[in-house]
């Protein structure tokens, strides 16, 4: 921001005073704007070590800058300004902490990475160790933070597309009440690459936005709700819904059917589930391979068999389309799970906990599934495309 208000006063026309830092620094900083800026206009400038503050004011209100940026550290900086505002002289001050020990070149900014990702603390901290004080001041804040009772709203508007903001018990409430209704819901567990093929793919993109539930399962969801204005409380890896929604349903006595992956993967993956819900009412399953005659079979038979939950594992896209075009069947909570019978089979195992909670746990299976990574395009164009805020013609908020 200082920067900019720099760029902006030198087409302007408005002068500028400096104020702060050790006087080697502002005169350094000083002589660097001459050579940066040649039309902006300097008023003065004095560093940040005086005794006499009236002195300083008058100096700055006789000076006729139209600006004054003060480098004195906060909260040095801002009480300084408050208290003399009027005093100043001045149509707009602004506190820039360290500002001037960047533009004398005596602190170097972090790489434009580093800045985007908001690690430029850490950054400075590691260049200069002697900040360990200021850091040791953020997990106070965090802890005065979360002391204040937080807003939530209970879904978030990301395109279009309603997505749940709620806890995992509220989510699960909300569950069984679809298996109550009796009537055909459709649950997805949106991440950052199944939106990827969404924006490239009008009908997928129409069954999210028609979608009864829709769970925020990867962290690029969290991420670009917070792009567009909104911020998701509750990420629930779809993995996790899953299980619990298992749990659910021998709680309840609900029947489950399982549609997908490799016949092999399935019954490893059924074996599991049946050891950990042992009174779980497993209507059946089928393995994601078959043809147009076994998947009329197929079809036939979850049709006469009626089970509360169908669970299918096709895919990220391939799995909410093959549910939506089969609503007919009415199952009351039909829910798409990816690769979780993997998981669950043993084949493949999660990230460790702390991998999970960073939100990492995309990077954690392309490591240890380097085929993966032609998927890491999605997850890119899914990037761009929120950022510039449009897909499929829609603009983001």
């Known amino acids: 921001l200082f920067l900019n208000v720099l760029h902006l006063a030198e087409e302007k026309g408005f002068s500028v005073f400096l104020l702060g830092s050790k006087e080697e620094v502002v005169q350094s900083a000083v002589k660097n704007l001459k050579e940066k800026h040649p039309r902006l206009r300097i008023a003065g400038f004095h560093n940040g070590y005086f005794s006499d503050e009236n002195e300083i004011v008058k100096m700055i209100s006789e000076s006729g800058a139209d600006i004054l940026f003060a480098g004195m550290g906060s909260p040095k900086q801002e009480k300084f300004i408050y208290k003399n505002l009027k005093r100043l002289n001045v149509k707009f001050a602004m506190g820039v902490g360290g500002s001037f020990n960047v533009l004398s070149g005596e602190f170097r900014r972090a790489p434009h990475i580093v800045q985007q990702l908001g690690l430029e603390w850490l950054y400075r901290f590691l260049l200069d160790p002697r900040r360990l004080p200021r850091i040791l001041s953020l997990p106070k804040f965090v802890f005065l933070v979360m002391r204040y009772p937080q807003k939530v709203k209970d879904e978030v508007d990301f395109f279009g597309i309603k997505i749940s903001n709620r806890s995992l018990t509220d989510n699960l409430l909300i569950a069984d009440q679809f298996v109550s209704s009796g009537k055909f819901h459709l649950v997805i567990t949106l991440n ?59 709680e309840r006595g609900y029947g489950v059917y399982f549609l997908g992956a490799k016949e092999d993967v399935l019954k490893e993956a059924l074996i599991k589930i049946k050891s950990t819900f042992p009174k779980l009412k497993v209507a059946g399953a089928h393995s ?27 895919g990220g896209g391939k799995q909410e389309k093959w549910a939506f075009s089969h609503r007919d069947l009415n199952v009351p909570l039909t829910i798409g799970v990816g690769g979780s019978f993997d998981v669950w089979s043993g084949r493949i195992k999660r990230a460790p906990i702390f991998v999970q909670k960073l939100g990492l746990e995309w990077l954690y299976r392309m490591l240890i599934q380097p085929s993966r990574v032609v998927r890491i395009g999605n997850v890119i164009s899914f990037a761009v495309k929120v950022m510039f805020g449009k897909v499929n013609g829609k603009e983001g908020k």
């Open 192 to 250: 950052g690459e199944m939106a990827s093929k969404a924006f490239n793919d009008k009908k997928f993109f129409d069954i999210l936005k028609r979608a009864d539930l829709v769970i925020p399962d990867g962290i690029g969801i969290v991420w670009g709700a917070r792009k567009l204005g909104e911020r998701i409380v509750h990420r629930i890896p779809g993995i996790e819904f899953g299980w619990n929604l298992l749990r659910l349903a021998e």
């Open 288 to 314: 994601g391979y078959f043809d147009k005659n076994e998947e009329s079979a197929i079809i036939n038979e979850i049709r006469e068999i009626k089970p509360d939950m169908l669970f299918v594992g096709m």
